[in-house]
């Protein structure tokens, strides 16, 4: 019988470190030795970690020589502590190795390649007139480079007396420019010295007047193949197009079917997967090793759909809300497997 492979859960708080590996832990079905850790619990002179794990019934931490594989649920730019555990265990041992995507850097990517006509135009804050923007699209969204969960994503809206109506969270206006001319100075002293995407808006479909999303997760599975695990939807409160402040949430068939025939439901369904799979595919190849992605979309009222964002450390607590769901080991089971396979995979 093999010994059971030893993996690394790397988070970036030392109070995360149970909360995230109990629900790996709970799922393990594949008897790997898990531990969770930190980057400061990296003693590199020693090559050892100081890590949390499960004995018996009770949480322990101890020292532990470094894992055969590392799935990175620790949300940071900065990922020296990656790169130097992949110095010492092998870059295709460390998945997840960069999850803090900056958009800019992501919109390139997929811009040139056969996934170009899914992403709405997008251009950097500091390099384009606003004004020029706002008279060709008459919808644009300034977006954090690095944000996350739909912090600081101001919409600006053209109205056709020439008001712009700019909004936080809400499509009421929290700022009203009256004058076109003085739109530039405003949206410079919103976004201040923080990096800044500007992103055509599209008009998308709506369900009972309320915006919603497509969330898909997308894993690698036991074999080391993308696989789509679920696909959700987020359905924002009223009056409200940022669905990362969801009012409900149901699986993407059940509001589809409430939209569109049955084989249109089954046509987005399978373009879904097809596209989400593509995603992933093209922006590891770009961005080293990776196990998962949450790739948020909209259709627009063509039935297209458009790419709204990527998210590198996917939120699975969005998942509690989900009412009657019966696949939830799925998402918790996966990124365990994987590491699974990297590491018989590096025993040959």
């Known amino acids: 019988m093999r010994e059971c492979p030893l993996i690394g859960i790397l988070v970036t708080r030392k109070q995360s470190r149970k909360k995230v590996l109990k629900l790996y832990q709970h799922y393990n079905n594949k008897r790997c030795k898990l531990y969770s850790f930190t980057p400061t619990d990296i003693l590199w002179k020693e090559k050892r970690i100081i ?12 020292t ?30 460390c998945f997840n190795h960069i999850n803090h995507f900056n958009k800019w850097h992501l919109y390139n990517i997929l811009k ?14 500091n390099e384009v007139n606003i004004r020029e923007l706002l008279e060709k699209y008459r919808l644009l969204y300034c977006k954090p480079s690095y944000g996350h969960k739909g912090k600081g994503v101001y919409r600006l809206e053209l109205q056709k007396n020439g008001d712009i109506h700019i909004s936080l969270y809400s499509i009421l206006p929290a700022y009203i420019c009256r004058n076109i001319e003085e739109i530039q100075p405003v949206i410079d002293k919103l976004l ?23 969330r898909v997760l997308v894993q690698k599975d036991i074999k080391g193949q993308w696989a789509v695990t679920n696909m959700v939807s987020r359905i924002a409160y009223d009056l409200y197009y940022n669905t990362s402040m969801y009012e409900t949430i149901y699986e993407a068939s059940e509001v589809l079917q409430k939209l569109y025939s049955l084989d249109e439901k089954n046509g987005i369904l399978e373009s879904l997967c097809e596209l989400s799979i593509e995603i992933a595919t093209t922006i590891e190849l770009q961005t080293g090793l990776l196990g998962e992605l949450g790739i948020d979309f909209g259709l627009d009222e063509e039935k297209k759909l458009w790419i709204i964002e990527i998210n590198g450390k996917p939120q699975k607590n969005i998942y ?6 019966r696949h ?9 497997e994987y590491a699974y396979y990297l590491a018989q995979k590096s025993r040959g």
């Open 64 to 93: 532990f020589p470094f894992p055969m594989v590392v799935y990175n649920r620790c949300y940071n730019k900065k990922v020296e502590a990656i790169k130097s555990l992949e110095s010492t265990i092998g870059k295709s041992k």
């Open 328 to 336: 939830k080991q799925l998402i918790y089971s996966r990124p365990v």
């Open 320 to 325: 509690q809300d989900l009412k009657g769901y």
């Open 192 to 214: 201040g010295n923080s990096e800044y995407i500007i992103q055509r808006g599209i008009q998308l479909n709506k369900l009972n007047s309320q915006y919603f999303d497509i």
């Open 51 to 62: 890590g949390l794990h499960l004995v018996g019934n009770k949480w322990k931490e101890s």
């Open 112 to 125: 040139n390649s056969n996934l170009d006509s899914n992403i709405p135009a997008t251009f950097l804050s």
